[in-house]
Nanobody
Framework: QVQLVESGGGLVQAGGSLRLSCAAS????????MGWFRQAPGKEREFVAT????????YYADSVKGRFTISRDSAKNTVYLQMSSLKPEDTAIYYC?????????????????WGQGTQVTVSS
């Protein structure tokens, strides 16, 4: 059984910061790699960030590069998304998702499991 639980969303002013968390079981954390996606009203779900299988490299959407940082804490079976310099266009529901080894890192349909999402709202 795979369960992903996101937390850390909320309301923040433009230019502010938030840190999102995605907690998983030890088995899930070791078997899959986590990625972050987001979906704004009326728009398709889009890739935000993920880690390589080794955890050495990080990958980001161009829209968030330089502002967001993904990291992992294996002791806590948790992946984080640190978001800084937030913009109103970052407003969306943010989802944590898990992909198996060998899958494409930035495709929605390559991720096998999804959390319920956490709302991030950035005011202007």
């Amino acid at each position: 059984q795979v369960q992903l639980v996101e937390s850390g969303g909320g309301l923040v002013q433009a230019g502010g910061s938030l840190r999102l968390s995605c907690a998983a079981s030890a088995r899930t954390f070791s078997t899959y790699r986590m990625g972050w996606f987001r979906q704004a009203p009326g728009k398709e779900r889009e890739f935000v960030a993920t880690l390589s299988w080794s955890g050495v490299s990080t990958y980001y959407a161009d829209s968030v590069k330089g502002r967001f940082t993904i990291s992992r804490d294996s002791a806590k079976n948790t992946v984080y998304l640190q978001m800084s310099s937030l913009k109103p266009e970052d407003t969306a529901i943010y989802y944590c998702a898990a992909r198996p080894r060998g899958s494409t890192l930035n495709r929605v349909d390559e991720y096998a499991y999804w959390g319920q999402g956490t709302q991030v709202t950035v005011s202007s």
